[in-house]
């Protein structure tokens, strides 16, 4: 499931990470990528144990607690803290797929699994050419490019890229996420389901007995499918 989620960060909070990363020392994206996604990845990130990586990253796990839709369609187990990145004109990021197992920053060791990708703008579309993620996966090929403040969130098994900046720089947060729901067809539906309870609860009440039966539905198929 592609979904894209608008409005996660206001304008004002835009303005304050991009004057923050302004003043942040950027290095070369590799560092962070597997081995052969290393080989096509030409962009720069902060480093992640900066203090304004830090800042930033908590910043943006408090806006995401908030967020129903974010919750409803990753279902989050765990978070990876947010890390930033930016294209200048040339940079791209070919095809690739993001590691299926990645380590937790500060746990000694941890690991865990990455299923959920997410891509947070904070340049606007106007700011540069070229820069779009293209996403492919059973959904079809669909190229994103968001206003800053909006996000994507997509499978972190599919095949993806980031084209070529011709003009301009695009700046982006992106994380991973570990869902309660692994499978990506099941975290689909109970989205869906969910969406359809919120509609028919302003429509037919919270007392309603459909609506007490969708609800218990879907509670039990999140107790069959979660993994905790």
Known sequence: MLLKIPDVLKPDEVSHFRQVLSRTPWVG????????????????????????????????????????????????????????????????????????????????????????????????????????????????????????????????SSLHRVAPVTRGSRWASFFWAQSMVRDDGRRAMLYDLDISIIAIRRSLGDDNDAVLGLVNHYHNLLRHWAEL
Do not use: C, W
């Open 29 to 156: 994206g590799q560092a962070t990528a597997g081995d052969l996604a290393a080989k096509s990845k030409f962009n720069l990130q902060v480093p992640t144990d900066s203090p304004e990586a830090r800042e930033l990253g908590a910043r943006i796990l408090a806006a995401l607690a908030h967020n129903p839709t974010y919750q409803s369609a990753v279902l989050p187990l765990r978070v990876l803290p947010p890390m930033f990145n930016r294209y200048d004109t040339g940079m791209t990021f070919a095809a690739h797929t993001d590691n299926a197992i990645r380590m937790v920053p500060g746990s000694g060791g941890a690991r865990m699994r990455a299923d959920v990708s997410t891509t947070l703008f904070l340049s606007d579309p106007d700011e540069y050419d070229g820069g779009e993620l293209q996403v492919e996966g059973s959904f079809g090929t669909h190229a994103v490019k968001l206003p800053a403040g909006h996000m994507v969130v997509y499978p972190s």
